[in-house]
């Protein structure tokens, strides 16, 4: 599969239990943060984003909270499903400029494994 | 309302070889990227389209890589002739422009390339 030699590092929890995953950022002029899941064979589809000038955002079963000062995301699944069994990355924004969008800066991913 | 769609969604082919990745982006939207996944690594930038033109191809690795999206509607990357180290997962990404979530990206499944 795609995780073959990716060497990913993997949370693994029990199901119900809430898990928490972890993510360093580059860039500290970014001002914009997503965290995505990418089940095997699909695409990342994302789950919820942040703006710099929050550090706290609250989502469906799901948080995330920014520390600016050591440039750090986390995301916070409460009542792990095993349909939550993928692969998580955090991204941010390289600097807009010319009123483009960026393009996404990404993390190397956590393996989020659910045991039931 | 349909995805990001690519084709094709595997390819093997030689080294030395031409293949051409074709990515539909969800209608109506004027930004397409292009991303990559070589084994080991994470996702990276490639390039980033606005209607048809290049916005940012600063990730392109070198001019074996050529992308393409003529009439702003769907777009090709092609990789020519291309090398081992070329093999991983190629992910499209297509964003509004203006509208909405500004930010959020779209992605396709991807087409998992490799190089004999």
């Known amino acids: 599969g795609e995780s073959v030699g990716l060497h990913l590092p993997t949370l693994s929890v029990q199901e119900g239990d809430n898990s928490i995953i972890n993510c360093a950022y580059s860039?500290?002029?970014?001002?914009?943060f997503i965290w995505y899941k990418q089940e095997s064979g699909k695409g990342p589809q994302f789950i919820i984003d942040i703006r710099s000038n929050m550090d706290k955002r609250q989502g469906q079963r799901v948080t995330v909270l920014l520390n600016k000062t050591v440039k750090h995301l986390s995301l916070q699944i409460a009542a792990t499903q095993p349909g939550d069994s993928a692969v998580y990355f955090c991204a941010e924004i390289a600097p807009d400029y010319g009123g483009s969008q960026g393009n996404l800066i990404f993390g190397k991913g956590t393996k989020l494994s659910v045991k039931p | 309302e349909a995805g990001v769609t690519q084709f094709p969604s595997h390819s093997v082919i030689e080294k030395g070889q031409t293949v051409t990745l074709r990515c539909d982006p969800i209608s109506g939207h004027d930004n397409l990227y292009w991303y990559r996944r070589v084994m080991g690594k994470e996702i990276k930038f490639l390039l980033h389209f606005v209607k048809e033109s290049k916005q940012d191809e600063s990730g392109m690795p070198n001019n074996r890589f050529l992308a393409e999206r003529t009439g702003g509607t769907y777009s090709t990357l092609k990789v020519q002739p291309a090398e081992l180290e070329d093999s991983g997962v190629y992910f499209c990404?297509?964003?509004?422009?203006?509208?909405?979530?500004?930010?959020?990206?779209?992605f396709g499944p991807g087409t998992r390339l490799t190089v004999t």
């Open positions: 990404a297509s964003s509004q422009d203006g509208q909405g979530n500004l930010y959020e990206q779209y």
């Open positions: 860039n500290s002029a970014s001002d914009y």
